[in-house]
């Protein structure tokens, strides 16, 4: 999950400051000049991941306290903004580059 993205046909790599700011479903290498399609699949798996978990355990913890204090409440908020964002941070390595399949191709299969 950790390794770069590479391009499908060439293999040169793109940064995570790179994959972030890719657009659309398909993209030219910047190296070779050739189409291939991005698949955000499984990017937005980790942020709704760990919304459920965060709500359940609000949802537990203020169900069983009595009285949550306002300070207890700043920290149960941010611990959750912290969680999402590094959800977020985590999403772009799950971002797949596949070889495009040309129009040919789909028409003989």
Do not use: W
């Not at 903004?81 to 003989?108: D, E, G, T, Y």
């Amino acid at each position: 999950m950790s390794e770069l993205h590479v391009c499908p046909y060439c293999h040169t790599v793109y940064r995570y400051k790179d994959v972030i700011k890719l657009k659309g479903k398909k993209h030219e290498c910047y190296h070779c000049h050739k189409v291939f399609d991005i698949s955000r699949i499984l990017s937005f798996l980790p942020v709704v991941i760990i919304s459920i978990v965060l709500v359940m355990a609000n949802v537990l913890i203020l169900k069983n306290s009595e009285n949550i204090s306002t300070g207890s409440f700043m920290v149960l908020a941010l611990s959750d903004a912290l969680s999402i964002f590094a959800a977020l941070v985590i999403s772009p390595f799950l971002i797949i580059f596949k070889k495009s399949i040309s129009k040919k191709k789909r028409k003989n299969n």
